[in-house]
DNA sequence: TTTAATTACGGGTACGTTAACGAATATATA
DNA sequence: TATATATTCGTTAACGTACCCGTAATTAAA
């Protein structure tokens, strides 16, 4: 430990050189007006040569603004628990920057329920938050609730899912098509010929489809371009209770004996799973997601390639970058895919979320 | 933006509802000498009452102490570019925690002559510096090396590999046990019945060959463990240029013509693509670490798999933990393993290393 | 009892920045 | 020319914490 020299590079050795006082400074720093042409120019030369960088402690602790930044995401249902970990990133991202005089409001909606969405955007809306972190389940609604906030001028991030009116401040989340793609990248190590693949898609009617055809497309692209024998079946569960869903399996195995790979385009693999354990087929198993349920089954074997996206950091960079970009301007990367995470049995213990 | 409404949990507020100055205050927050035994538990239990945290930001904007840490790795060699990646880390968190009043020294050595590192880590000492964050190619050297910065009460991080001396705030890298016995996982996908696995370790004399060993271990644990039939051939080539490297695998693919599988246990598995590529060997390969010459090859589809574990995270956690510590004296994970990263020619670009 | 030493505490300035307020100067309007 | 209105700038008090320095109160030593 050592005593800090004093700092020769701040507002104040700015203004002594410019012969002018530390308010002029920091004026033309903002670029707020009040400053003659001259002494603009001549402060912004002695910052360029200084090359001055303000000191971001001192900022925020001397502002006497409160960001209050909104997130809305899906409740954690008994469904499915894939959104505790984006809130824990969020909450997380909380901790880090509330001393940075950052509110944050966490809202929630009902997957189930499109109304419960519009309530809590309206809702949103009228508190006027500085910036909105969205995953928008539901693209119309998503979609008229961006534009109004384009509007208003409030910025906002998409996670999960990107939205096709564009405007969003980033998106951080999934490629989805690639991720379809490696996973079929691979099966075609796994698949030794004449044996089939399943693709099963299990969604509801409410549920954003076009996710899961997205990573299907992704899938199906990668065999058609290296010309692998086309033994792709498929099958759409729009029923989520593993009674139906366990229905719709034992029929097509029974159609289609030489099923060996089974490719679930969501985390609602462990049901499958459930099946797959239950019914003794030897096939191999590949999912998403890095679910308490999907380990479990990864752990007995049952389940053998989850393709995972860090739900967790996509809360947490989501924040960050509303953050850095509100409170200092920072640029922010207007798309930021997620790694796509390969896990196993073996390496699913050291993964972070 | 929002008035900041005045914060009532400060030292002022405290001092106020104890009927002290902040001076007093502030002297049981660092428990000080100085007050009397009545005073301080009631501004303890004032403290409690408000759970009182302290404002970091203002906390190191007053502190009139600087930081030095010292980073000492090996320099960026035409052998192998692995270590870019935790520089490149190392630079990240210097960018980010310098304006926290924290100066960050870096140190060099040459992977080829113990001497440089000897020689640096006594420039080091001299320096006294308050942390180090170092990566001990030198088991030996870095034990004497740790035990002089215990005995001088210098925290230090270990990255990349772990020391048997232990004392280290944190270390913060590969399980390579696990990292084996991961590839071993994949590869019981990929081979089939008959087919033989190679297993190639590279290094020099100097080369910290423990390293490799570990990762044969796990290697080979999960084929016993599995009661997979024993097919695995090793080689160990103790030079590292590229015509040696394929003499050598040239001989032992005439002496073994039904080798499938290839498992390089370092990076340098690059160059053994080369011989693969040019020899037109119908093997899978898989290797080390997300190096430019390594995802080349994987691109082309030379190299099949490569594991990874964030070499650039590594360098930048440990500084990060490091000044967390001291700063901060936050608790900092003893032994923080990497995650076990999968890559493939189809999920490398989006690698966040 | 006087003096010295120790203990307990408060005042006040500094860290680098923000921004409210008001003063001074320049320009436009009558 | 007098007055109103912009324009340009400086003074100053915060933000929450650290810590130096001085002083009053208490205790110990003479």
């Known amino acids: 430990m050592k005593k800090r020299v004093t700092e020769l590079t701040g507002v ?110 309206k809702i949103i809306l009228e508190s006027k938050p500085d910036g909105i972190l969205l995953a928008p389940s539901f693209i119309e609604e998503s979609v008229s609730f961006t534009d109004k906030c384009r509007e208003l001028n409030i910025p906002y991030v998409l996670i999960d899912s990107d939205l096709p009116n564009g405007g969003s401040l ?95 385009t969501n985390s609602r693999v462990s049901k499958v799973a459930h099946f797959i354990e239950n019914s003794k087929k030897d096939v191999i198993l590949i999912g998403y997601d890095f679910l308490k349920e999907n380990i479990m089954y990864m752990d007995k074997g049952i389940i053998d390639f989850l393709v995972c996206q860090k739900p967790k950091q996509q809360g947490y960079r989501g924040l960050i970058s509303l953050y850095q970009h509100l409170a200092f301007s920072s640029p922010v990367e207007k798309i930021y895919f997620m790694p796509i995470d390969i896990l196993t049995k073996e390496n699913s213990a050291f993964y972070r979320n």
Chains 1, 2 share one sequence.
């Open 12 to 121: 104040k050795e700015i203004a002594r050189r410019a012969n002018v006082s530390i308010a002029t400074v920091d004026r033309v720093l903002h670029n707020r007006k009040g400053v003659s042409k001259q002494t603009k120019e001549k402060i912004l030369s002695i910052i360029e040569e200084l090359n001055y960088e303000p000191n971001l402690l001192a900022q925020r602790l001397a502002s006497r603004k409160t960001l209050r930044l909104a997130t809305l995401v899906p409740e954690i249902s008994k469904e499915t628990s894939f959104w505790e970990a984006p809130l824990k990133g969020i909450e997380q991202a909380d901790k880090e920057i509330k001393q940075f005089g950052i509110i944050i409001d966490k809202y929630f909606y009902d997957q189930n329920k499109i109304e419960s969405f519009v309530e809590q955007t």
């Open 170 to 264: 980033s998106y951080i989340g999934p490629n989805l098509y690639h991720s379809g793609y490696l996973a079929a990248h691979l099966v075609s190590y796994l698949v030794k010929n004449g044996e089939k693949i399943l693709i099963v898609n299990i969604s509801r009617e409410i549920d954003n489809h076009h996710h899961l055809l997205k990573k299907e497309e992704g899938f199906r692209a990668y065999f058609n371009k290296h010309n692998m024998p086309d033994s792709i079946i498929k099958i759409d569960i729009r029923d989520t209770d593993l009674k139906s869903i366990e229905k719709y399996l034992s029929k097509i195995f029974i159609e289609h004996t030489d099923i060996k790979i089974v490719f679930v």
